[in-house]
């Protein structure tokens, strides 16, 4: 059996290691420069850039190209990208919409939103999946459940089911309008 592809130099073992190190460090203070948000999944354009951050960092470590130095400038203008669409989507409202997504209600107390659930391509077994993840045993401890901007759902609930839900809660929730 020919074993040559797990083989390697120590030439190579040690760019590896200097890439590393070097992306690591990056890493670390654009992170620190830019902030905590860097790795948030408040929008989905922070996870898209979350995305590409780890594709630049995986493959600076593990090939030759990018080289380096080449990567830490990609590196270095994704964080601002970041921060300037951050900041930019404080003050317009254009900007705002565009990198924005809203966040979608699927349930209504013990009502599914089928209109919604489709529109978010969310299956009855993914709905039920996350309401057992929450710990719902009983329908109508629903107060809503909410399809965020991330793409993540978040189930309001309460085990005392007269229990009122406040509306700030669901405030520019799509669907929640009463």
Known sequence: MDLSW????WTAVLMVFLSTAGIYISVIVFTRIAGLRSFSKMSSFDFAITVAIGSVIASTIL?????LIQAIVALGFLYLFQIGVASLRGSSSIMSALVNNKPLLLMRDETILEHNLKEAKVTHSDLRAKLREANVTQLNQVKAVVMEA???VSVLHHKDADHELDDILLK??????N
């Not at 797990?6 to 130099?9: D, H, L, Q, V």
């Not at 090939?63 to 080289?67: L, N, R, T």
């Not at 520019?172 to 309008?177: A, F, L, N, P, S």
Request: aromatic share 6%; net charge negative.
């Open 150 to 152: 991330t793409g993540d």
């Open 6 to 9: 797990i083989n390697t130099s």
């Open 172 to 177: 520019e929730v799509r669907g929640w309008e």
């Open 63 to 67: 090939a030759k190209d990018p080289p």
